[in-house]
């Protein structure tokens, strides 16, 4: 598809309006009570909203259509406007109103690696910068480049399984295969991914691993990057192929200066990957847990020592109490979801269960699992119901080891309460666990007020700073982008800023590559 016949509601929400979800009455009335809400006005329709004036050189054109071919250089508004930004709430709250600070000049959409090679090369010599656009789902500003005269490059016609090697549990995917898609040509040869992240429905496999991604079975499976045998990056300067074995003592590991890169040192067109077979048994079950403390107790003793679940999702008490269970039907306590993938699952489960029991966890069954399944990717629907009910909603993310674990949680909570009016509602669970520490995801429901775009960006500021000082990273799976660049910077370090400087330059000459993205 070009993104002409896309749906025209979609470019200004998470989903499209016929998969919309109502809140339930009793959140309706809940964040009535608790925060001033702003109607919200009819959102500008596509062919109105106003972008900056595209006026692309006409030599890059005419070498672009040369290299990709006319019909896959595409210039229309709708198409500029669909590729102009992410989708975080700032993004969408932009899009309703209709006015789009910056977009691309032009969408290029190579069909192959050699094609994408040949758009770089132009670009560079021409220094035209460049965006490079996968499902668009960041969240962190990623596909948005500071410059305001840019191209971007849609990478949708790299959409194939490239090669399946049953014996190695390997598969070669391009970079701008859809999840779903993926795991639909997997499961015709018997396997799956297992990344089954947030973003699954519209997020590709190249923006995986470009942004270092987290499913939400990371716990059985692994993250995104640990997936990752080889890959093959397109630099303005040529080809890079990385990874050749399962694992190798052959200098460092040049795969990870490109997993999490974020298309600032070149184009990712394919990924090796682990796969799995599909797994014979699932089995997902709740647990109660007395406080957020001693769930997070009763989850390390299982990550550090066994069995190892698929997926361990422990919500705050909060969050326990407004989302996990039905806005303000729950009796208390944190809500702990368990899921077991794969082989004898329920001996597994009853194993665990021994351990979580020994921890004072309350058994809730199989159904609080079953719903979480069911309901895994509701969140960014339900945002976009927040948004038309004029509440603001948004999230943020980090990781911490456990030593330091609970005082991020509380810093965090605190720090956004403190930058933001009362009535404020922030939810927060662990959902990415690992021997030494997991991952905390906060998600945030406040009033808009006059300016909710500024609100979110003063509050945002507060609780990265937060995380800095508690210790924890400023990302653990979304990426840098724009908006954490300057708190990443602090982070790894003047000298290794000065390396990531010297590696874009050497790669990237002309610094066309997502200019802003990342790199301070």
């Given at each position: 598809?070009?993104?002409?016949?896309?749906?025209?509601?979609?470019?200004?929400?998470?989903?499209?309006?016929?998969?919309?979800?109502?809140?339930?009455?009793?959140?309706?009335?809940?964040?009535?009570?608790?925060?001033?809400?702003?109607?919200?006005?009819?959102?500008?329709?596509?062919?109105?909203?106003?972008?900056?004036?595209?006026?692309?050189?006409?030599?890059?054109?005419?070498?672009?259509?040369?290299?990709?071919?006319?019909?896959?250089?595409?210039?229309?508004?709708?198409?500029?406007?669909?590729?102009?930004?992410?989708?975080?709430?700032?993004?969408?709250?932009?899009?309703?109103?209709?006015?789009?600070?910056?977009?691309?000049?032009?969408?290029?959409?190579?069909?192959?690696?050699?094609?994408?090679?040949?758009?770089?090369?132009?670009?560079?010599?021409?220094?035209?910068p460049v965006a490079p656009f996968g499902g668009g789902t960041?969240?962190?500003?990623?596909?948005?480049p500071t410059a305001t005269a840019h191209l971007t490059i849609?990478?949708?016609?790299?959409?194939?399984?490239?090669?399946?090697?049953?014996?190695?549990?390997?598969?070669?995917?391009?970079?701008?295969?859809?999840?779903?898609?993926?795991?639909?040509?997997?499961?015709?040869?018997?396997?799956?991914?297992?990344?089954?992240?947030?973003?699954?429905?519209?997020?590709?496999?190249?923006?995986?691993?470009?942004?270092?991604?987290?499913?939400?079975?990371?716990?059985?499976?692994?993250?995104?990057?640990?997936?990752?045998?080889?890959?093959?990056?397109?630099?303005?300067?040529?080809?890079?192929?990385?990874?050749?074995?399962?694992?190798?003592?052959?200098?460092?590991?040049?795969?990870?200066?490109?997993?999490?890169?974020?298309?600032?040192?070149?184009?990712?067109?394919?990924?090796?990957?682990?796969?799995?077979?599909?797994?014979?048994?699932?089995?997902?079950?709740?647990?109660?847990?007395?406080?957020?403390?001693?769930?997070?107790?009763?989850?390390?003793?299982l990550a550090q020592e066994g069995p190892r679940a698929t997926?361990?999702?422990?919500?705050?008490?909060?969050?326990?109490?407004?989302?996990?269970?039905?806005?303000?039907?729950?009796?208390?306590?944190?809500?702990?979801?368990?899921?077991?993938?794969?082989?004898?699952?329920?001996?597994?489960?009853?194993?665990?269960?021994?351990?979580?029991?020994?921890?004072?966890?309350?058994?809730?069954?199989?159904?609080?699992?079953?719903?979480?399944?069911?309901?895994?990717?509701?969140?960014?629907?339900?945002?976009?119901?927040?948004?038309?009910?004029?509440?603001?909603?948004?999230?943020?993310?980090?990781?911490?080891?456990?030593?330091?674990?609970?005082?991020?949680?509380?810093?965090?909570?605190?720090?956004?309460?403190?930058?933001?009016?009362?009535?404020?509602?922030?939810?927060?669970?662990?959902?990415?666990?690992?021997?030494?520490?997991?991952?905390?995801?906060?998600?945030?429901?406040?009033?808009?007020?006059?300016?909710?775009?500024?609100?979110?960006?003063?509050?945002?500021?507060?609780?990265?700073?937060?995380?800095?000082?508690?210790?924890?990273?400023?990302?653990?799976?979304?990426?840098?982008?724009?908006?954490?660049?300057?708190?990443?910077?602090?982070?790894?370090?003047?000298?290794?800023?000065?390396?990531?400087?010297?590696?874009?330059?050497?790669?990237?000459?002309?610094?066309?590559?997502?200019?802003?993205?990342?790199?301070?």
């Amino acid at each position: 598809m070009n993104g002409e016949g896309e749906d025209a509601d979609r470019w200004n929400r998470w989903g499209s309006a016929s998969e919309a979800q109502p809140l339930p009455d009793s959140a309706s009335e809940l964040l009535a009570q608790l925060l001033e809400l702003t109607p919200t006005p009819p959102a500008v329709p596509l062919p109105e909203v106003a972008m900056p004036v595209a006026e692309p050189d006409g030599a890059v054109l005419t070498a672009l259509r040369a290299a990709v071919g006319t019909d896959h250089v595409l210039t229309s508004p709708a198409i500029r406007a669909r590729h102009a930004t992410g989708l975080s709430t700032p993004d969408l709250l932009r899009r309703r109103r209709g006015v789009l600070h910056r977009a691309p000049q032009a969408v290029v959409r190579p069909a192959d690696h050699a094609e994408v090679l040949a758009v770089l090369d132009i670009c560079s010599q021409h220094r035209v910068p460049v965006a490079p656009f996968g499902g668009g789902t960041s969240v962190v500003g990623g596909v948005t480049p500071t410059a305001t005269a840019h191209l971007t490059i849609d990478l949708g016609r790299l959409d194939r399984i490239l090669a399946v090697d049953a014996v190695s549990r390997t598969a070669t995917l391009q970079a701008g295969l859809p999840t779903p898609r993926a795991a639909e040509l997997l499961a015709e040869h018997g396997f799956t991914l297992g990344h089954v992240p947030q973003s699954y429905e519209y997020a590709t496999i190249g923006g995986f691993a470009a942004t270092r991604s987290c499913g939400q079975a990371s716990t059985g499976y692994g993250r995104f990057d640990e997936l990752v045998t080889e890959l093959t990056v397109a630099t303005p300067r040529g080809t890079i192929r990385v990874g050749r074995a399962p694992a190798s003592a052959a200098g460092p590991d040049l795969r990870q200066l490109f997993l999490g890169s974020e298309g600032t040192l070149g184009v990712i067109t394919d990924v090796t990957v682990r796969v799995r077979p599909i797994p014979a048994q699932t089995h997902y079950e709740g647990w109660r847990f007395e406080s957020f403390a001693a769930g997070l107790h009763a989850v390390r003793r299982l990550a550090q020592e066994g069995p190892r679940a698929t997926v361990l999702r422990l919500s705050d008490e909060v969050e326990t109490l407004i989302g996990a269970t039905g806005w303000g039907q729950s009796d208390g306590g944190c809500l702990l979801v368990v899921g077991y993938e794969g082989e004898q699952v329920h001996a597994t489960a009853e194993t665990a269960a021994a351990v979580l029991a020994a921890q004072d966890g309350q058994p809730l069954g199989a159904e609080p699992g079953r719903q979480w399944q069911r309901h895994r990717f509701d969140a960014p629907y339900l945002r976009d119901a927040l948004l038309d009910a004029g509440a603001f909603a948004e999230t943020l993310e980090t990781a911490a080891y456990w030593s330091r674990l609970p005082e991020v949680h509380e810093r965090v909570r605190a720090a956004i309460l403190g930058a933001l009016p009362e009535g404020t509602l922030v939810l927060a669970h662990v959902s990415h666990v690992y021997e030494t520490g997991a991952s905390l995801y906060f998600t945030v429901i406040c009033s808009p007020g006059s300016d909710p775009i500024d609100r979110w960006r003063t509050a945002k500021a507060a609780a990265s700073d937060a995380i800095a000082r508690a210790g924890g990273t400023i990302t653990h799976h979304h990426g840098v982008g724009t908006d954490h660049r300057d708190w990443y910077a602090t982070e790894i370090g003047e000298l290794a800023v000065d390396l990531l400087r010297t590696v874009k330059r050497q790669l990237d000459p002309a610094g066309i590559l997502n200019p802003g993205i990342l790199v301070p």
